[in-house]
């Protein structure tokens, strides 16, 4: 089965340092991977997806990035966190399929609380 | 994107039905309907999936208008651990094999004894 994994689980960090969460997938190969934000109160926005290995794609310009190193890894960063930066981060895979339907259902990881002060 | 409206909170009582409405009058044809849950300070779970007739799985039933225009997620015996905020979304393609779910601020469904 598959398996998602996202750490660490809770961070916090001054305004202007750098960040790094990472995702890993278990249990599957070539997955479609996604980084969404939840601010306090408020529904999830999708920040970037990636269809392979490289292949990355912004959904909103801000002060982050990502990477996919390797097929199953996937990686948030920025170099200098805001205070806006702040929110519960949470990564989610997905493998498209044609079954009667098609099938293209993500699955999200428990996510990283950060807090930036 | 398509938008979909829904209840900010309902209540329900162990063991009964628990129905939670959906309208998403300006879903185009060949948009899904996808339901996820989240418990507090966790991801969010997947339930089901639709696009024209009603499914259902082991976790739920979804009952999709024959207009399309609204949908009803129902748990059939709802439990405790039920409780959770369920938001109802339309899946938008963004590329032919990714896609994007927008997450409004669901119903939040409380489960007493």
Redesign the interface.
């Known amino acids: 089965s598959q398996t998602i994994h996202q750490w660490p689980a809770t961070l916090v960090q001054p305004v202007g340092s750098p960040l790094s969460l990472e995702c890993t997938v278990e249990g599957t190969s070539n997955p479609n991977l996604y980084w969404y934000r939840q601010a306090a109160g408020r529904g999830l926005q999708l920040l970037f997806y990636s269809v392979g290995i490289g292949q990355i794609s912004s959904e909103v310009p801000q002060n982050l990035s990502a990477s996919r190193p390797q097929d199953r890894q996937f990686i948030l960063s920025s170099k200098k966190l805001l205070l806006s930066d702040s929110g519960f981060y949470l990564c989610a895979w997905s493998v498209y399929r044609w079954a009667r339907q098609a099938q293209e259902t993500q699955y999200f990881g428990p996510g990283t609380r950060l807090l930036v002060l | 994107d398509a938008k979909t409206t829904q209840p900010t909170s309902m209540d329900c009582a162990e063991g009964r039905a628990a129905n939670l409405p959906c309208n998403h009058s300006t879903i185009s044809g060949n948009e899904?309907v996808?339901w996820?849950r989240q418990i507090h300070?966790?991801?969010?779970?997947?339930i089901i999936?639709g696009?024209k007739n009603n499914e259902t799985n082991e976790m739920a039933s979804l009952i999709i208008t024959e207009d399309r225009k609204s949908s009803t997620l129902i748990l059939p015996h709802a439990t405790l651990r039920d409780t959770a905020v369920y938001?109802c979304i339309v899946?938008v393609s963004?590329?032919?094999?990714?896609?994007?779910?927008?997450?409004?601020?669901?119903t939040r469904l409380q489960v007493t004894l």
């Open positions: 899904y996808y996820y300070s966790q991801g969010p779970q997947y999936h696009l938001y899946r963004v590329t032919g094999t990714a896609s994007k779910l927008t997450f409004g601020t669901g």
